[in-house]
């Protein structure tokens, strides 16, 4: 996945590169492989959920992280809604006065002069599995999979990971081509998959 442009201000963590496809399957095996989470919109709920686990990782708490995530997305507009992953990670709307309602001002102050240490250490364990596997699911459906599929290849390929490597993958959060292909045969029939493939 990749980050837009001119998000000087994001995390470290939160600049990411497009998904390496080390491997090149034939037919839909290969179009599973090389999805690419960027351009999805998913939607507000998804987004909102997205700005409050950025919010954790620079240090708000869960209410705090909540209640101003949900202030980015009110006052974004009908504009949050459509915006693509790539877009949420931007950090648009993130503003002070936006926040205000919800951060005190001595606490945004204390977060100011700790910029730059955003860290996914903040983020709890089953928020970042759960947005992995919400966001592999919805790129598994681009490539023909029902949701039933692309839900149960998502936590196949999620799952494979331990708790201590979440950070790592959520740091490029790319969809890794070679599990993802190991897992198709536990989701998806081969004639289903022919059908799919052409």
Request: one cysteine or more; glycine letters at 8%.
């Amino acid at each position: 996945m990749r980050a837009s442009a001119g998000s000087e201000s994001v995390p470290v963590w939160l600049k990411t590169r497009a998904p390496s496809t080390t491997a090149s399957p034939n037919g839909f095996a290969a179009r599973v492989a090389a999805v690419d989470t960027a351009d999805l919109k998913l939607g507000a709920a998804f987004n909102t959920q997205f700005v409050a686990l950025q919010l954790l990782a620079v240090g708000l708490d869960a209410t705090e992280s909540s209640c101003a995530a949900a202030k980015v997305a009110a006052a974004s507009g009908a504009d949050f809604a459509t915006r693509p992953v790539s877009g949420v990670m931007s950090g648009a709307g993130i503003t002070p006065d936006v926040l205000a309602p919800c951060v005190s001002t001595e606490r945004m102050m204390g977060l100011a002069k700790a910029a730059g240490s955003a860290s996914l250490d903040r983020v709890p364990v089953d928020v970042l599995r759960s947005t992995l596997t919400e966001l592999a699911s919805a790129g598994y459906e681009t490539v023909g999979l029902t949701a039933v599929e692309a839900s149960c290849l998502a936590d196949h390929v999620v799952g494979t990971y331990r708790d201590e490597d979440l950070q790592k993958v959520m740091t490029s959060l790319s969809l890794p081509a070679d599990r993802a292909v190991q897992a198709l045969p536990a989701c998806v029939t081969s004639e289903r998959a022919n059908e799919l493939g052409g």
